[in-house]
């Protein structure tokens, strides 16, 4: 508004027309009912379709996806003395348990997710080769609760499907999508995915934040800022 109480620009309108428009809590529960029901068989196909590839082709991604990592991370300043968090593959998420050996012989402090309490942010606890990892909710290992706390700059993030805007679909617990509204500042996060998991969109509900890049086989496949200028 200007100083004469006028405005600079029309008003928007949009409000009027949808009330729900500008409303973040406001999105129809019906769809969000019918997009919980698709994500669910989406994620049956998604991990079929991992698994379908066999331990080699799994393997032989990973390997690749590493690759790429390694520049990502340099590229972008992730180096010695940095907090980055990974994850210890389930399911046939990609591998990336060498490179964040690697990563911690190059002096980057590596912390793994730790879900302490359901249905609440995830805590990040410090992994070192050496840790003895204890069995975690859905059995997930992870650090025991006497490891460092702490807080990630630089998290990723295995993604069962992806999009192009950068939303992840996961397991379904929404826990990264819970951190990533918890943690200030956000950290950067890497969705790791691969490239075949990629959907036409994963119908983003008003909980979803979308990742900083999507990073797979072939290379970054997708990034927030490319998303921002595709408008
Ligand atoms: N390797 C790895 N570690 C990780 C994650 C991950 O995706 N991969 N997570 C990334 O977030 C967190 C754990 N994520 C979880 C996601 C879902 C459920 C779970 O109980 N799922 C229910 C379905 C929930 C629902 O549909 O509401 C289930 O399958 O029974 C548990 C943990 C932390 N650690
Ligand atoms: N910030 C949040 N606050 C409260 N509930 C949330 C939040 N984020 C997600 N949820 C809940 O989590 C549920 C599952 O979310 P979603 O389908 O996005 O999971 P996901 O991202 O695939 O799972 P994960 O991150 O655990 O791998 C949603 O239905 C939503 O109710």
Known sequence: MTKDGTYASPPCMAAEV??????????DPEQGRDVARWRRAERARLAGLREGLGQAGRAQGSDRIAGHLGRVLSDRGVGRGCVLSGYWPIKGEPDLRPALANLHHAG??????????????????RWTPETKLVRGDWNIPAPPPEADELTP???????LGWDKACFRLGWGGGYF?????????????IGIALFAARLPTIFPQP??????????????AATSAEARTDR
Do not use: K, N
């Not at 949808?18 to 999105?27: E, I, M, R």
């Not at 980057?108 to 606890?125: D, K, N, Q, Y």
């Not at 630089?154 to 993604?159: D, E, G, S, Y």
């Open 18 to 27: 949808c009330p729900s428009y500008f409303d973040p809590l406001g999105a």
């Open 108 to 125: 980057v402090t590596i912390a793994l997710p730790v879900v302490e309490t359901r249905a609440a942010p995830l805590v990040f606890r």
């Open 207 to 220: 909980h979803d934040i979308p990742l900083d890049l999507i990073l797979t086989e072939d290379g970054v």
């Open 153 to 159: 700059e630089t998290a990723l993030a295995p993604c």
């Open 177 to 189: 999508d819970r951190t990533l509204a918890a943690l200030v500042p956000r950290p950067l996060t």
